[in-house]
Every structure is written in C-alpha cells, then in structure tokens.
C-alpha cells in the first residue's frame, strides 16, 4: 500500500513515540512491522525527511552501533517533535473523518 503524501512525518513521529528511539533501518522495520507489511518506507524518501525533521528540531540524533555492529545515527523525539505530534494526530484524525463522511454520504 503506497503511504499517502504528508503522512511518512506523521508515521516517523509516532513511531519515534512508540520507540523512544531507533535508527533509519529500525524506523522502517518498525513501520513494516506494526502494519504487518501494509506500508513499508523508501529509504529514499525516509532520510530526507528525517533530516528536514532535525532541521526544524523535531528529532534529535545521537550516533551509535546497530545490532548488526555498524555505525547508526539513531533517532529520538524533542519536546517540539512531540508537539508536533499532537497536531499531527489532531489533523489526522480530522482527515479521516472528513473522508468517512464522504465514504459514507451514501451519494455514488
């Protein structure tokens, strides 16, 4: 299932929220896990908005060892992430009921 534009900083935030903290192949591993493989994350999209997200203080970083031994730069919320969090869940949840109305407007 394609992940919908404007919602990979929503799933990185909550995971983020669920882990504490992980680096970029345990955030896609995590994503990947949690929804049973429904939704898995190009590396190529998740880097850049990690690094957008630590541009606006949302995450902090630390470099560390993976458990496969290899140098990793592992992710956390700040206390700006976990705001954005909050909004993000408000404008979320916000969306999905604006389309269930739609989906269930009984029109078509």
């Known amino acids: 299932m394609d992940v ?4 990979l900083e929503l799933l ?20 990947r896990e949690s929804t049973e493989g429904d939704l898995q994350i190009e590396e190529g999209a998740l880097y850049p908005a990690l690094h957008r997200m630590q541009k606006r203080g ?17 992710y956390c919320l700040t206390d700006a992430g976990r705001e954005a969090l909050a909004g993000e869940r ?5 969306y999905v009921s604006a389309v269930e109305q739609i989906a269930t407007s009984g029109r078509g």
Do not use: N, P
Request: no cysteine; aromatic share 10%.
């Open 4 to 7: 919908l534009q404007g919602t």
């Open 12 to 31: 990185i935030l909550e995971t983020l929220a669920a882990a504490q903290e992980l680096h970029g192949f345990g955030i896609l591993d995590w994503i």
């Open 58 to 74: 949302l995450l902090a970083s630390t470099w560390g060892i993976s458990s496969k031994g290899r140098r990793a730069r592992y």
């Open 90 to 94: 408000a404008r979320w949840k916000r």
